[in-house]
């Protein structure tokens, strides 16, 4: 039991030093970064080059990997990403980051390659000194870890608390155009943030990377570790989230242990399963218990908000100058003609890619209705999608229900699971929302989905497809059918008084309530019927490719999902059209022509796309249709709601009556 | 009769500093009452407490003789209560139509038909009187030239007078207004006062005023509550204020 | 030096436009060093653009801004801080989660050299003894008025060489708008030149020197202020 104890204090640091990394730049900029784990990894992977292939000494590949080059990433990736994050729109913020959490990874193995990486040298003490406390072997490397982790908690919290640069930091996070106005460099302390920040996710990768081994899966573990501290942590305190770490770290290790395992045994038949999704349902078992206990204490007591003090309005909400009619439907009818066209051209695998791309479609328009109509980043979309499909599987398969039927009552299952994330989350701030989300997909990705009924050995579950669409042609049509009707019920409900509703509360939820209007409710309504939404696309995608199979709807996948939906445009309908057939059909041209690492090509291809949100929020169909110049104006309109406060055209003055 | 809106004995404390002490005030039928007192009196708080945002440590509210103190601000909105806010709280991305059309709707029906009726389609067709209704707020604001602007680029002035506008789309009984003339010059004003004074009599409204601005104030009240340190300290017709001694030391200063 | 010479603050030619509408057209302004220049207007004249053009947090099309000679028209806004002109925005001066003490230290922070730092806080609180019972309060949660009043104080407390100040007497209570006067006169003396945006008119003029009136975006009439309430009078009446 001690030995576990050791080690997850271990674990824990090396998330504390991560979460501190999250923690300084979301207090120093609100961009919350879902990327530091895919930082972290990156670096990981550069320390085992330098060592294993290079034959550095590990100590001097350690040093030039966390003090050379981390900080030099950093900055790089400031230059060309945060810098600009800095006067994107809070729901740009939010999903930014993701886009490098996509694609860092496949790139870091298209420059080092794909090897399976083995363990490499200790960068601390090789051999380490062993000692014996209370009867538990403790080698002088762990020690190490967890000294670096306390240093940096203390040095990061003076540095923020009781210096000159934290009380600029602070204050720039608080209002950057003030601060800039008082006189603080706002450049300075953000590139400044970033470069320590990716110093941190550089010593973690070092770190996980020596003790734990230098592959993804551990990485991604990590990350959920980190977000699960910083809810504790609520986002700002670096002593909670130093502390939440090692709590995590060590309940981690604990479920581990044989006695919680023998535990588990007695009380669940399908032990294996649960047992070995414990350390993943950790993290989103504690966050859900913080979110709940910290909602006791009341609103004010969370910096939640990615808003800052003096924020312009959120691009979205600006649309531009209105387009002349032809310029709106020229596109969606140009889009409409080549679905409906589609199959006269396309040889039959190409259709059914094709058909892939709508049925995704449809579940992307589930993204189009929480993030873009709700303004609420949902990271289980795909999740939905999936318990939908192996649902309607189980229904149409073992138990006989029409297919028809079952694809309904099966999406309406997975809501009530989406209410879960979102109740306790909502009320807090859209960012809880997001990890809430995130923890359930991976609870879900890791239990539900491992169950041998749902997974059948990694077959998957058969899904037959309903009567007279037998055929690749007529189910591509009745899938166009199902978008344009699920298309119409996003239209209708952005465009609505609940619409309005959702707009308004994005500026002011005081005001809200105060002309009657209930906060949360609208919000949790638009969240289920996205749940319902993505369920029966998942049930649809399922039944297109004739089996549901968990595989296919993993947590990573939708983040790569959530990417490419962004990246086309997340308030546009066409956008997710687009979005859905370009995820069937690059993969497809990538394993046409590509091998090796460059088969994950269209994944770093999306991410970029999302990282390029920092230039044009509003993704990629809206920058066809309304041109470059609109979005000049549309910058300019910005800098003049940020320009506070700001006048009317001249002319036309209002004043009293 | 009760009166209309009504404060009993409220106190708030925040940390160690009351910033209410137990405080009455009470708004009869179509009256017009002033709170008027120095910089952090409580007068927001007040507004606060009124409209359900803030929650008070000990007093109670009542609306028409009911107790509503432990109602969410959406239940008092139905009943008839309104406000605006001294720092402006616009809906940055909605137009300036679109602040009316919002808070106009909020009172119609329940929310579960009308999110079903929003997904069938029918969500975007006006209610029946709406555009009437919202075209006689506007064109009384002089908004009607700005119906189509993006509030969130409006200067101050005009942002007072969309969130008063908004406020008024509500179809309230009880308007709480704070600092409604702040950024606005003079004339603006002016205008604003005579407004007040026509909608108050046509619209059958009650008004709570706070202002800095004494003489629109004293001028449009008809009984005026003095704010100092969270406690009132005068409490009167706008002339028996204006003459109070202490008022004149807590608040007026040397030139009125 | 130029015809600019002794000028504290010229604007010449400014034009401000957002997307397709334009919020100043071309204003000319020059302010003698040390001297007060009020700014009148109607509602959304431009008085804001103009301020925030000036202070760094508005955007400029075309122009050029100097401040005692030096052409600051490209400088960034913290430049411009750093180099003496303080910009006190409408309405929302403050760092709303830092707390009061940190908001002066931070606004001071630039503003004042490390061994009058002390001085400069003691003095902002002396200013306003509120600030000082409410030190360790976040900023946000300040009174409207008090909010003000710490936007405020930096500037009265460690007088720049530039001022600029977008409404200052906003949601102030009318002794509070004595004690800003007061210490603005007190500047005036200090040699600190003063572009004042008010919305009280009379109060602007009895402390300013000159006084620019604008118009849709245009400087409609310029003077020094013996001249301006008449032309303020007939102006309003008409505009
Ligand atoms: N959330 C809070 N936490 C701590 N103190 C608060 C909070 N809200 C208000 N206060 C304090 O309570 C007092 C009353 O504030 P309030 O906003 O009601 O004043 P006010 O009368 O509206 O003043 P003003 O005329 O300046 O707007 C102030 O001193 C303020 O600092
Ligand atoms: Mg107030």
């Known amino acids: 039991m001690t030995t576990y104890l050791v080690t997850g204090l271990v674990v824990g640091s090396v998330y504390a030093i991560a979460t501190l990394g999250i923690v300084l730049t979301y207090s120093s900029t609100r961009v919350f970064n879902f990327a530091q784990g895919a930082i972290a990894f990156a670096l990981a992977i550069t320390f085992y080059e330098l060592t294993v292939d290079h034959g550095w000494n590990p100590r001097w590949a350690a040093a030039v990997t966390v003090l050379v080059v981390s900080p030099l990433l950093g900055l790089v990736l400031w230059a060309i990403l945060f810098r600009r994050l800095a006067d ?41 000194h062993q000692y014996e406390v209370m009867g538990v072997g403790v ?128 009380f669940f038949e399908r032990q294996s399963v649960w047992i070995r999704g414990l350390p993943q ?45 032809w310029r709106r439907l020229l596109p969606v009818a140009v889009v409409v003609v080549c679905v409906l066209a589609a199959p006269l051209v396309l040889s039959g695998l190409w259709e059914g890619i094709a058909a892939k791309g709508l049925a995704l479609a449809i579940v992307f328009l589930s993204y189009t209705l929480v993030a873009g109509s709700g303004g609420m ?22 138990h006989g229900v029409a297919i028809v039927v079952a694809i309904p009552i099966a999406a309406l299952v997975v809501v009530p699971i989406g209410l879960l994330a979102a109740i306790p989350s909502l009320r807090v701030g859209d960012l809880y929302l997001a990890l809430a989300t995130l923890a359930l997909a991976v609870l879900v990705d890791n239990t539900y989905f491992e169950l041998p009924s749902v997974n059948n050995f990694d077959q998957g579950v058969d899904v037959p497809r309903p009567e007279g669409f037998g055929d690749d042609l007529p189910f591509y049509y009745l899938l166009v059918a199902c978008f344009l009707v699920v298309a119409l019920l996003v239209r209708n409900v952005r465009r609505s008084t609940t619409g309005l509703e959702l707009d308004a509360m994005r500026s002011s939820e005081q005001a809200v309530a105060t002309i009657g209007v209930g906060i ?58 687009l979005a859905g057939l370009s995820f069937a059909v690059f993969p497809q041209l990538a394993s046409e022509h590509l091998t090796g690492a460059w088969l994950e090509l269209p994944t770093v291809l999306f991410g970029l796309g999302a990282i390029g949100l920092a230039r044009e929020p509003r993704g990629v169909v809206h920058q066809i249709v309304h041109g470059r110049r609109t979005q000049e104006r549309a910058r300019r309109q910005r800098a003049r709601l940020r320009a506070t406060p700001s006048p009317v055209p001249a002319g036309v003055e209002g004043g009293g009556a | 009769m009760s009166p209309r809106l009504e404060g009993r004995g409220i106190s708030v404390r925040f940390g160690g500093l009351l910033a209410l002490d137990r405080v009455d005030l009470e708004v009869a039928d179509g009256a017009i009452l002033g709170l008027i007192g120095p910089n952090g009196a409580g007068k927001t708080t007040c507004f606060g407490v009124l409209s359900g945002l803030v929650r008070p440590q000990s007093g109670q509210v009542l609306m028409d003789g009911h107790d509503v103190t432990g109602a969410s601000p959406q239940r008092r909105a139905r009943a008839g209560l309104a406000r605006t806010f001294q720092r402006l709280e616009v809906f940055s991305g909605l137009t300036v139509r679109e602040h009316l059309v919002v808070a106009y709707r909020s009172r119609g029906r329940n929310v579960a038909t009308r999110i079903a009726l929003d997904c069938l389609g029918a969500g975007r067709r006006p209610f029946s009187g709406e555009d009437e209704a919202i075209e006689t707020i506007l064109d009384r604001l002089g908004l009607t030239k700005l119906a189509a602007a993006p509030a969130g680029a409006l200067p101050l002035g005009t942002g007072r007078l ?45 008004l709570v005023l706070v202002e800095h601005n004494v003489d629109m104030v004293l001028g449009l009240a008809h009984r005026v509550t003095v704010l ?25 200063g040397a030139a009125p | ?157 460690a007088p720049p060489r530039l001022l600029v100040a977008d409404e200052m007497s906003l949601g102030l209570a009318p002794r509070m708008v004595d004690v800003v006067f007061d210490g603005l006169r007190r500047a005036e003396d200090e040699g600190v030149t003063i572009l004042l945006v008010e919305q009280y008119v009379e109060r602007a003029l009895d402390l300013a020197d000159e006084a620019v009136l604008l118009r849709h975006g245009e400087v409609a009439w310029a003077g020094p202020v013996g001249d301006a309430r008449a032309e303020v009078r007939s102006s309003y009446l008409g505009g």
């Open chain 1, 88 to 128: 994107a729109p809070s729901s740009v913020r939010l999903v930014s980051t993701i886009g490098l959490w996509v694609a860092l990874p496949p790139l870091t193995g298209l420059i080092f390659g794909r090897d399976e990486r083995f363990a490499a040298p200790s960068a601390v003490f090789d051999p380490p």
């Open chain 1, 139 to 266: 080698d002088s490397n762990d020690v190490a870890v967890i000294v670096v982790a306390a240093v940096a908690a203390l040095l990061l919290t003076v540095l923020l608390r009781a210096t000159p640069f934290g009380l600029s930091v602070r204050a720039t996070v608080d209002a950057p155009s003030m601060a800039a106005t008082v006189g603080v460099n706002t450049s300075i302390v953000s590139a400044g943030s970033w470069m320590i920040s990716t110093t941190l996710a550089g010593l973690a990768g070092v770190l996980l990377g020596t003790q734990r081994g230098f592959t993804l899966p551990q990485f991604t573990l990590l990350i959920l570790g980190c977000f699960a501290a910083v809810v504790i942590a609520r986002m700002h305190s670096l002593p909670l989230a130093f502390a939440g770490s090692l709590g995590l770290g060590v309940v981690q290790e604990l479920s581990k242990s044989v006695v919680v395992g023998d535990f588990l045994d007695q």
């Open chain 1, 281 to 325: 349902i950790i993290p989103f078992t504690v966050m859900l218990i913080f979110l709940l206990a910290y909602r006791g204490l009341g609103q004010e007591r969370f910096s939640t908000d990615t808003r800052r003090a003096d924020d312009a309005p959120t691009v979205e909400d600006l649309d531009g100058p209105p387009l002349a009619w």
């Open chain 1, 377 to 398: 980043l949902s990271l289980c979309q795909i999740s939905f999608a999936g318990i939908a499909a192996a649902i309607t599987a189980d229904l149409a398969t073992n």
């Open chain 1, 520 to 577: 949360v409710r609208s919000k949790l309504v638009v969240f289920g019927l996205s749940a319902f939404v993505a369920g029966v696309g998942g049930a649809l995608f399922a039944t297109y490719s004739g089996r549901a199979s968990p595989e296919q709807y993993s947590v990573l996948l939708g983040v790569v999902w959530l990417a490419v939906v962004v990246t086309w445009g997340v308030r546009s309908i066409v956008g997710a059209l």
């Open chain 2, 162 to 206: 969309v969130e008063l506008g908004r406020a008024l789309a509500t179809r309230p009984r009880v308007l709480l207004l704070d600092e409604p003339s702040s950024g606005l010059d003079a004339d603006e004003t002016a205008a604003l006062t005579e407004l007040l004074r026509s909608l108050q009599a046509e619209l059958d409204l009650s």
């Open chain 2, 228 to 252: 100092d340190f969270g406690q009132v300290i005068a409490d009167g017709t706008p002339a028996e204020v204006r003459a109070s001694e202490a008022v004149q030391t807590a608040y007026l």
């Open chain 3, 1 to 157: 030096m130029t015809a600019t010479a002794g000028a504290g603050l010229v604007v010449e030619g400014l034009e401000v436009s957002y997307g397709d509408v334009r919020a100043l057209h071309g204003v000319d302004i020059t302010v003698p060093a040390g001297s007060v220049t009020a700014v009148l207007g109607a509602n959304g004249a431009g008085k804001s653009s103009l301020a925030a053009a000036i202070g760094g947090a508005g955007p400029v099309d075309r122009g050029r801004i100097v401040v005692d000679g030096e052409d600051v028209t490209r400088w960034p806004a913290y430049r411009r801080a750093r180099a003496g002109v303080a910009y006190v925005p409408e309405g929302r001066g403050v760092f709303p989660h830092l707390t009061v003490l940190d908001n002066l230290r931070a606004m001071l922070r630039r503003a004042v050299p490390a061994a009058d730092r002390a001085d400069a806080l003691a003095r902002a609180m002396d200013t306003f003894p509120v600030l000082h019972e409410r030190r360790r309060q976040a900023a946000g949660t300040l009174s409207g008025g008090e909010q003000q009043m710490l936007a405020l104080a930096r500037v009265l407390a």
